[in-house]
Nanobody, 121 residues
Framework: EVQLVESGGGLVEPGGSLRLSCATSGFPFRLYAMNWVRQAPGKELEWISGISNSGSTLYKNSVEGRFTISRDNAKNTLYLQLNSLKEEDTGMYYC???????????????RGQGTQVTVSS
């Protein structure tokens, strides 16, 4: 059974930083691309970043240069470093397992329970 458990969210002031983690189990993590998606209050789920099984990365324009996705295959863990946070980054952040080794986003792919990020002064 695929399990994805996010952590690391919290309340941070604008300009601050957070590091999100996603501990995974139940599948060969190193073989699959992974994504981070988020849902802002009152808005739909949106893809924000992905990393392939070989380490190639992609970012949504609004977060590129501020967020960094990474993975540790030895620990079966996905990360998202969030820097220069803005109030519009507020939302529930989910890690999501892709269906392939390349970066693909399908809203129906497995994701965890999420971790809340709130950016507010």
């Amino acid at each position: 059974e695929v399990q994805l458990v996010e952590s690391g969210g919290g309340l941070v002031e604008p300009g601050g930083s957070l590091r999100l983690s996603c501990a995974t189990s139940g599948f060969p993590f190193r073989l699959y691309a992974m994504n981070w998606v988020r849902q802002a209050p009152g808005k739909e789920l949106e893809w924000i970043s992905g990393i392939s099984n070989s380490g190639s990365t992609l970012y949504k324009n609004s977060v590129e240069g501020r967020f960094t996705i990474s993975r540790d295959n030895a620990k079966n863990t996905l990360y998202l470093q969030l820097n220069s946070l803005k109030e519009e980054d507020t939302g529930m952040y989910y890690c999501q397992k892709s269906s392939a080794g390349v970066i693909l986003y399908n809203i129906g792919d497995p994701r965890g329970q999420g971790t809340q990020v709130t950016v507010s002064s």
